[in-house]
Nanobody, 115 residues
């Protein structure tokens, strides 16, 4: 099993930056892909960015060039650097990890971008 705990959310003005962190514990050595998802009020949860155990990344078109996903395997931590934030980035952001085909989720962290 894996436990995921996000941190780093908050309130920021449009154009600002935030860095989200996701600390993983448990069977972390067996985690393959990890990712960040978000869910805005009234909308479905969507993939923001993903990263494989080999470091390959993918991004939603809406965040390409503004967000960067990275992982520090030594610290068992996943990051999401978010720059040039827009009001439409406002959502609860969730960390996701895949372990032996099972998905694990963190509790989420709120990101609010004011215009």
């Amino acid at each position: 099993h894996v436990q995921l705990v996000e941190s780093g959310g908050g309130l920021v003005q449009a154009g600002g930056s935030l860095r989200l962190s996701c600390a993983a514990s448990g069977d972390t050595i067996c985690i393959s892909a990890m990712g960040w998802y978000r869910q805005a009020p009234g909308k479905e949860r969507e993939l923001v960015a993903g990263i494989t155990s080999l470091g390959s990344t993918n991004y939603a078109d809406s965040v390409k060039g503004r967000f960067t996903i990275s992982r520090d395997n030594a610290k068992n931590t996943l990051y999401l650097q978010m720059n040039v934030l827009k009001p439409e980035d406002t959502a609860v952001y969730y960390c996701n990890g895949v372990l032996h085909g099972t998905e694990y989720w963190g509790q989420g962290t709120q990101v609010t971008v004011s215009s």
